[in-house]
């Protein structure tokens, strides 16, 4: 089963405009994930937030957390048309690194 | 430094077969995770290895199996496979050692068709 869900589920901007996605999950967590997928292809790892943190930053991108409401946010800033493809957040939850998924955002950024 | 590869790359069976999958984890790597992307959704967790013993398992039937060999490698196995098998297999390496958390690193997938 989806532990998320991603909103929206699709999302098409302008090259340079801001793109935001929004996460939301279930349970209790320990650090959530973001992925990026290229034409279902293998999944990139972007950025790793723990529970503890609120906020954080890498190049272009902005992730936040907040784990009262269950929900996380990624923001990629200036997009770039390189930068279409799916992303798909996902939980941490107990050890061993198992990694639940959420359904995806697919975003389209056009020239 | 190589990272997560997968063979084969495509793979068509018929209802019924069996198939192998395979993953080289990344170097340096101890831990592979299974995962099962159907078309449109997100990756599925199947199951992890790590010291050659499954150590968590997903929502999958006993028809997925797997094995972790000493050099960290990996198959999956399937038995009778059905239509619904048909899908993007993922396989992650990470390293159980580290914080909980560790980034996860994906290969490129082995896409396999069910007929």
């Known amino acids: 089963s989806q532990q998320g869900e991603e909103d929206p589920q699709a999302l098409s901007i302008q090259e340079g405009e801001n793109a935001t996605m929004n996460c939301s999950y279930k349970?209790?967590?320990?650090?959530l994930q973001w992925y990026r997928q290229n034409s279902g292809r293998g999944l990139v790892h972007l950025i790793l937030?723990?529970?503890?943190?609120r906020e954080k930053h890498s190049g272009r991108l902005r992730v936040t957390l907040d784990t009262s409401k269950k929900s996380s946010s990624l923001l990629i800033t200036a997009s770039r048309a390189a930068d279409t493809a799916s992303y798909f957040c996902?939980?941490?939850?107990?050890?061993?690194?198992?990694?639940?998924f959420g359904t995806g955002t697919q975003l389209k950024v056009e020239l | 430094d190589a990272g997560v590869t997968q063979s084969p790359t495509h793979l068509i069976k018929t209802r019924g077969q069996q198939v192998t999958l395979r993953c080289s984890p990344k170097s340096g790597h101890d831990t592979v995770s299974w995962y099962q992307q159907a078309l449109g959704q997100g990756p599925q967790f199947i199951f992890q290895?790590?010291?050659?013993?499954?150590?968590q398992r997903g929502n999958f039937p006993d028809r997925f199996s797997g094995h972790q060999f000493p050099n960290y490698s990996s198959e999956l196995n399937v038995n009778a496979l059905l239509l619904g098998d048909s899908a993007l297999y993922l396989c992650?390496?990470?390293?159980?050692?580290?914080?909980?958390?560790?980034?996860?690193?994906f290969g490129p997938g082995t896409r396999l068709l069910v007929l």
């Open positions: 290895y790590y010291e050659e013993e499954e150590r």
């Open positions: 992650a390496s990470s390293l159980v050692a580290g914080a909980v958390g560790e980034t996860q690193y």
């Open positions: 996902a939980t941490g939850t107990g050890g061993g690194n198992k990694l639940t």
């Open positions: 937030i723990r529970s503890n943190e």
């Open positions: 349970t209790s967590i320990n650090n």
